[in-house]
């Protein structure tokens, strides 16, 4: 399983974006890269996930280094509700089925 | 849709004594996970099935853990007996195609 590097925790302030590093240096070339998040009390909440190009959606956008060794999670304008620990996980998915929660980044986000 | 649910939200339960936690996935979803979370060891995968099917129970702490899924819209997690440090939350998620995955609020799970 590819191993992943992650800040143990980031501060923003409300309104403004944020950037979430992961470093995956040993990711396999068929793995994707995925995106939960955890807001307090709740279960996991996958954000996004892509495999070589940069990918948008509703809630972030997801830039992948070209080499596939790191990523990074972009939250446009962070809202108080975006705090949360976010997960880095290299998944290959389909019938491989298991995600492998690491420690996470901790997000706070000031008024 | 109502998402994936889970029951009990909490479980305050001694030591000896059985529990069984209860899943129901979302509809038309094909993989079902049970996952623990507890402060020390963070989140970990215990079991999941495809198709109703047990696929990798490698996670499962010893034999007093065991899980089941008698059909596509009903998963149970049974611990017999409980201990103390047992205690952690409980998550039961679901994806399509073992794609990105759905959870549910988890169960807080209390063994005194």
């Known amino acids: 399983d590819a191993k992943t590097t992650q800040p143990n925790s980031m501060e923003s302030n409300e309104e403004e974006p944020v950037h979430l590093p992961c470093n995956h240096s040993?990711?396999?070339?068929?793995?994707?890269i995925h995106w939960y998040r955890q807001l307090p009390s709740q279960g996991p909440e996958y954000v996004i996930h892509?495999?070589?190009s940069n990918v948008n959606n509703r809630m972030a956008s997801l830039a992948i280094a070209e080499d596939r060794k790191s990523s990074t999670l972009i939250l446009h304008r962070a809202t108080l509700r975006d705090a949360a620990v976010y997960y880095c996980i290299p998944f290959l998915g389909g019938s491989q089925g298991n995600l492998i929660f690491g420690k996470g980044t901790k997000l706070s986000v000031k008024p | 849709d109502a998402g994936v649910i889970q029951s009990p939200r909490h479980e305050v339960t001694e030591m000896g004594q059985e529990v069984t936690l209860r899943c129901k996935p979302i509809?038309?979803?094909?993989?079902l996970f049970w996952y623990r979370q507890t402060m020390m060891r963070g989140l970990e995968l215990l079991i999941y099935?495809?198709?109703?099917?047990?696929?990798?129970d490698s996670g499962m702490p010893e034999d007093r853990f065991s899980a089941k899924m008698p059909n596509a819209s009903f998963s149970t997690l049974k611990i017999q007996p409980s201990e103390p440090r047992d205690s952690a939350v409980y998550f039961c998620?679901?994806?399509?195609?073992?794609?990105?995955?759905?959870f549910g609020p988890g169960t807080r799970l209390t063994v005194t």
């Open positions: 040993t990711i396999s070339g068929t793995d994707y």
């Open positions: 099935f495809n198709n109703n099917v047990p696929i990798d």
């Open positions: 998620a679901s994806s399509f195609s073992g794609n990105e995955q759905y």
């Open positions: 509809s038309g979803h094909d993989y």
């Open positions: 892509g495999l070589t």
